[in-house]
RNA sequence: GGCGCCGUGGCCAAGUGGUAAGGCAGAGGACUGCAAAUCCUCGAUCGUCGGUUCGAUUCCGACCGGCGCCUCCA
């Protein structure tokens, strides 16, 4: 199989292929910057982080593009009332989504192009399409797209054009559009839009982009008149990318995006996230009761078109499972190697685990399957390990840590999970002093001292193990999930 | 009302027209001073009712239950 990613615009899985082999050239919509993302939102994120790493792991030079909207009706008015510019106001949202996409393990996009800095771009499309007839400025000063103009207009959504004609009143006299329909392009400007400097000049006065228009322009400024993959959530299908599409093609005549996937909205706690509910979790709130593998690799348990529960149980699982991998790691790391020793058919399995594992991400990124098959290969590997004779061949060891870092490069969390814990050398001579105190105490077989030290570390989630080979000591839990549940 | 999704063991979650991956939890066992880690063993008739079929969890229909979008919310 190759990569099939399942496609809203044809509601099938269809081949991926980009436009120009080899390359590939991606817009996901991103974040709205007036407040911190929550954790709905960046299951979307990770999972554009998930294809920008499949993509490459696969071989494709990649373009990601993810924008940062930075004009918009809330912004404006979140900063007027604070009396700052949307430029001041969305600075603070702007680094803390970068900060939570980087604890979640996500590889840093190609390009973060923020709507405040395409202007000029998008007024001059403003125009193109005016110029087209698929767009009519009003009185006020306001641009419109016609819909009725683009006969395609609802063919991402399913909706019926027609039906979305509410009432009989065609003029709508708030904002003089030709029809109900239409949406708005560029918005005049408003006493707010001038406080919180956010007006610009254009061929109709001054305004401020409407966000669909935004997307547009950015993604055609910094890909191409076609992207090969346009992403979002699944509430972005309509309106947003409806809209996208029509103005888009509108313009350049060309197809806009040639795939079109939409990422299901998170439960949390079976849920729907809602500020009333009180369960929008950000990432901060997140990580004080658990460590970002743990989330990453709960974000990423479920295909990402499937319904997915986000509970503080399942976290606990998650950090668990992810124990287990790091656990493994580890024993394959201490595992000796022997040239003579006899293969102990791990080479096999790891060839067979990466098999697997391409197979479920090819079929429309089915993570959970390719974790399955990490475990599956985690579990036939540990009974290979215990039935080999103290040491194995260096070709079942390099294969092995070679196919755990490759389907890491994919999932991420491994790797996650190895930066919250490393240790400076302070803290790893004051561990090993009290390992040593404790062998020592085990050696007496004083053994109400020697639970005392471990039960001190274990407050500290440290956790020891005795082995033949001497007491190895690990970190259950990273820094960051300081307060995990025990 | 329109469009769409889902219901698999305690929890999470894959999957296939021929009797069901994986993770977490649980029980028993091996190992251990005790643990931890690891391994072995154990557990599901796949929402309900019909239909198609030699055979359905997988296809079709109805019903029940849950959910999403249709409001510039990923």
Same mark, same amino acid.
């Given at each position: ?9 044809? !509601? ?33 994120? *990770? &999972?554009?982080?998930?294809?920008? !790493? ?6 494709? /030079?990649?373009? @990601? ?13 979140? #900063? ?13 949202? &702007? ?29 001059? @499309? ?5 110029? !087209? ?39 709508? +006299? ?42 547009? *322009? ?19 299908? @309509? ?67 499937? /319904? ?7 976290? /606990?699982?998650?950090?668990?499972? &992810? ?11 201490? =595992? ?13 399995? #790891? ?25 599956? @290969? ?36 491994? /790797? ?10 302070? $803290?790893?001579?004051?561990?090993? &002093?009290?390992?040593?105190?404790? +062998? ?24 020891? $193990? +005795? ?15 300081? =307060?995990?549940?025990?």
């Amino acid at each position: 199989m190759s990569l099939h990613l399942h496609d809203t615009l044809t !509601r099938s899985l269809r081949r991926f292929t980009p436009l120009r082999p080899g390359r590939v050239g991606i817009y996901g919509c991103g974040p709205t910057v007036y407040g911190r993302a929550h954790i709905g939102n960046f299951r979307a994120f *990770v &999972v554009y982080d998930l294809l920008h !790493r499949y993509l490459e792991w696969l071989g494709y /030079e990649v373009r @990601f593009v993810v924008n940062l909207t930075d004009v918009d009706d809330r912004i404006v008015e979140l #900063a007027a009332e604070t009396g700052q510019s949307i430029r001041e106001f969305a600075a603070p949202h &702007v680094r803390s989504f970068l900060a939570d996409a980087d604890t979640l393990g996500m590889r840093p996009f190609d390009s973060h192009p923020r709507a405040t800095e395409y202007v000029p771009e998008m007024t001059a @499309f403003v125009s193109r399409l005016v110029e !087209r007839g698929l767009a009519y400025a009003t009185s006020d000063g306001s641009v419109y797209f016609r819909i009725s103009g683009f006969p395609e207009y609802g063919r991402l959504s399913r909706i019926d054009p027609d039906a979305l004609r509410p009432g009989e009143r065609v003029a709508d +006299d708030k904002y003089e559009k030709d029809d109900i329909r239409d949406f708005a392009l560029w918005k005049a400007a408003r006493p707010e839009d001038e406080y919180a400097d956010a007006a610009w000049e254009s061929p109709w006065g001054r305004g401020r982009p409407g966000w669909h228009l935004e997307c547009s *322009v950015m993604a055609l400024s910094e890909i191409g008149d076609t992207v090969d993959i346009h992403l979002g959530g699944e509430d972005l299908v @309509f309106p947003h990318h409806e809209d996208e599409i029509a103005q888009s093609e509108g313009a350049t005549g060309e197809t806009f995006a040639r795939h079109w996937v939409h990422v299901k909205h998170l439960l949390v706690e079976g849920r729907k996230m809602s500020k009333s509910l009180g369960n929008t979790y950000t990432v901060p709130q997140l990580t004080e009761r658990s460590e970002p593998a743990a989330i990453r690799h709960l974000l990423l348990s479920a295909q990402y078109r499937s /319904e997915l529960n986000f509970t503080f149980g399942g976290l /606990e699982a998650s950090r668990r499972a &992810v124990q287990r991998l790091l656990d493994f790691r580890d024993r394959l790391a201490r =595992t000796p190697t022997r040239p003579a020793a006899p293969p102990a058919g791990i080479e096999g399995l #790891a060839g067979e685990a990466l098999a697997r594992f391409r197979e479920a991400m090819d079929d429309d990124l089915n993570t959970a399957g390719a974790l399955a098959a990490l475990f599956v @290969f985690v579990k036939e590997a540990n009974t290979a390990l215990d039935g080999a004779a103290g040491a194995i061949s260096e070709g079942d060891r390099e294969s092995a840590e070679a196919a755990l870092a490759s389907m890491d490069e994919v999932l991420g969390v491994l /790797e996650l999970a190895l930066a919250g814990r490393e240790v400076d050398e302070p $803290e790893r001579e004051r561990i090993e &002093v009290l390992v040593a105190k404790r +062998d020592l105490a085990r050696s007496r077989r004083d053994f109400a001292q020697a639970d005392a030290i471990r039960d001190q570390l274990a407050g500290e989630g440290i956790v020891l $193990e +005795d082995s033949p080979d001497g007491t190895r000591w690990k970190h259950a839990r990273s820094r960051a999930g300081s =307060t995990a549940a025990r």
